[in-house]
């Protein structure tokens, strides 16, 4: 059973940085196409950023191009989420999903495996 754990949330200034990571058991990441996606208050989960099975390909939603880099390191299992330039409108909890597949999808309904979220606050 894959399992995925999100950590390296917090509270940051806006202009701020944060480094989100995204631990991946039981199952190693070689072939699994991993996301990013937020939830803020009051609004539905909406989609950050995703990576294909090897790094080649990543997609971003339109306003977090430029400031996020998804990343990943299959060796140690595990993807990151690079967040430079934070604003306050970034903040939201951030789940972390996976699933087994050479593709990669950008939709909520297409990935099966998810971490339990983490926080990030950004203040003015």
């Known amino acids: 059973q894959v399992q995925v754990v999100e950590s390296g949330g917090g509270l940051v200034q806006a202009g701020g940085s944060l480094r989100l990571s995204c631990a991946v058991s039981?199952?190693?990441?070689?072939?699994?196409?991993m996301a990013w996606f937020r939830q803020a208050p009051g609004k539905e989960r909406a989609f950050v950023a995703a990576?294909?099975?090897?790094?080649?390909?990543?997609y971003y939603e339109s306003s977090v191009k430029g400031r996020f880099t998804i990343s990943r390191d299959n060796a140690n299992n595990t993807a990151y989420l690079q967040m430079n330039s934070l604003k306050p409108e970034d903040t939201a909890v951030y789940y972390c999903?996976?699933?087994?597949?050479?593709?990669?999808?950008?939709?909520?309904?297409?990935?099966?495996?998810w971490g339990q979220g983490t926080q990030v606050t950004v203040s003015t």
């Open positions: 999903a996976a699933r087994l597949d050479y593709a990669t999808g950008t939709s909520e309904s297409w990935y099966h495996y």
């Open positions: 039981g199952h190693t990441i070689g072939d699994i196409a």
């Open positions: 990576i294909s099975w090897n790094g080649r390909n990543t």
